[in-house]
C-alpha cells in the first residue's frame, strides 16, 4: 500500500512557475507508474502527466506538454511536477496518484491517491 501527500501549491501570477512535490510512504513506490491529476471546479479529474516505475517513459496532456515536467526520485519516494509558464486556466487542486495497472490517462486505472494540492494562478 501507498500513502501519497502533495505539497507545494499556492498562488503564482501568469506566466510563473511552481513545483508541485509527491511524497510516498511504503517501500513499494519504486514498482508503481505514477501521475498527476487535476480538478478545477465544476469539472471532472483530468490527466496531466504520468511517469513509469523507472522513470524513463513519461506522458503528458496536450494542455500542459512543453509547459510541465514530470519527474520522480526513487530513492527519496517522491515525484515532482515543474510547472512553468502557468496560465489561468492551469488553476485548479492537483492529485498524485499511485498506478495499478490498466491504462495511464485515467483517474480509474490509479489505485492510491493523495489529498491534493491547490494551484491559484491569477491573469
Known amino acids: 500500500q501507498v500513502q501519497l501527500v502533495e505539497s507545494g501549491g499556492g498562488l503564482v501570477q501568469a506566466g510563473g512557475s511552481l513545483r508541485l512535490s509527491c511524497a510516498a510512504s511504503?517501500?513499494?513506490?519504486?514498482?508503481?507508474?505514477m501521475g498527476w491529476f487535476r480538478q478545477a471546479p465544476g469539472k471532472e479529474r483530468e490527466f496531466v502527466a504520468a511517469i513509469t516505475w523507472s522513470g524513463g517513459r513519461t506522458y503528458y496532456a496536450e494542455s500542459v506538454n512543453g509547459r510541465f515536467t514530470i519527474s520522480r526520485d526513487n530513492a527519496k519516494n517522491t515525484m515532482y511536477l515543474q510547472m512553468n509558464s502557468l496560465k489561468p486556466e492551469d488553476a485548479a487542486v492537483y492529485y498524485c496518484?499511485?498506478?495499478?495497472?490498466?491504462?495511464?490517462?485515467?483517474?480509474?486505472?490509479?489505485?492510491?491517491w493523495g489529498q491534493g494540492t491547490q494551484v491559484t494562478v491569477s491573469s
Open positions: 511504503g517501500r513499494t513506490f519504486s514498482s508503481y507508474a
Open positions: 496518484a499511485a498506478n495499478g495497472g490498466g491504462g495511464i490517462f485515467s483517474p480509474k486505472a490509479y489505485d492510491y
